[in-house]
T-cell receptor
Framework: GAVVSQHPSWVICKSGTSVKIECRSLDFQATTMFWYRQFPKQSLMLMATSNEGSKATYEQGVEKDKFLINHASLTLSTLTVTSAHPEDSSFYIC????????????FGSGTRLTVV | GEDVEQSLFLSVREGDSSVINCTYTDSSSTYLYWYKQEPGAGLQLLTYIFSNMDMKQDQRLTVLLNKKDKHLSLRIADTQTGDSAIYFCAESPNDYKLSFGAGTTVTVRA
């Protein structure tokens, strides 16, 4: 089945630094990738949607200069949390979809970010 | 996830059936989904149902869809300890992005 690899699984960084999270579709081409944020014991909040080769579409309230998303190829999307602060600490999950209209949204295993 | 609502907790005895209910608002979703999340992990697609279907069965899982009432349920037969997890119901308005419910935490007790 479709597999999405997300790295790193967890990361601890200092306030003010930037962190990059990678999301790769291993055996399919992802025309669309989604980035979510999940707070403890809460649902997934969609942050942005990216299509290969075009700018990401951010959800209302998500700072695009803070959360940089790049979808440079059909198999790779990255989320960079810039100038991280403790309130950015969260669980970030990516999801990839092969084709519009297909049922399949495949999720990565998530990245636990802790900013100290 | 205010467009998708589901109960937050369910406790069930091992071997019994679990039923998780969900209501959604958007009728444009071609598919409706159930995802499972174990602690510290991403989401695993459990099953999905095409919006024109009323029921789908896949081994221990049965999905019922009442399109008129916009109600979706997931039944897990013979619930096992490994079924303890958070279960998310999701719709996909206009078949583009997923909209999740708050998640139902299922606890299986011996």
């Amino acid at each position: 089945g479709a597999v999405v690899s997300q790295h790193p699984s967890w990361v601890i960084c200092k306030s003010g630094t930037s962190v990059k999270i990678e999301c790769r579709s291993l055996d399919f081409q992802a025309t669309t990738m989604f980035w979510y944020r999940q707070f403890p014991k809460q649902s997934l909040m969609l942050m942005a949607t990216s299509n290969e080769g075009s700018k990401a579409t951010y959800e209302q309230g998500v700072e695009k200069d803070k959360f940089l998303i790049n979808h440079a190829s059909l198999t790779l999307s990255t989320l960079t949390v810039t100038s991280a602060h403790p309130e950015d600490s969260s669980f970030y999950i990516c999801s990839a979809r092969e084709l519009q209209g297909s049922y399949g949204y495949t999720f990565g295993s998530g990245t636990r970010l802790t900013v100290v | 996830g205010e467009d998708v609502e589901q109960s937050l907790f369910l406790s069930v005895r091992e071997g019994d059936s679990s039923v998780i209910n969900c209501t959604y608002t958007d009728s444009s979703s071609t598919y409706l989904y159930w995802y499972k999340q174990e602690p510290g992990a991403g989401l695993q697609l459990l099953t999905y149902i095409f919006s024109n279907m009323d029921m789908k069965q896949d081994q221990r899982l049965t999905v019922l869809l009442n399109k008129k009432d916009k109600h979706l349920s997931l039944r897990i037969a013979d619930t096992q300890t490994g079924d303890s997890a958070i279960y998310f119901c999701a719709e996909s308005p206009n078949d583009y992005k997923l909209s999740f419910g708050a998640g139902t935490t299922v606890t299986v007790r011996a």
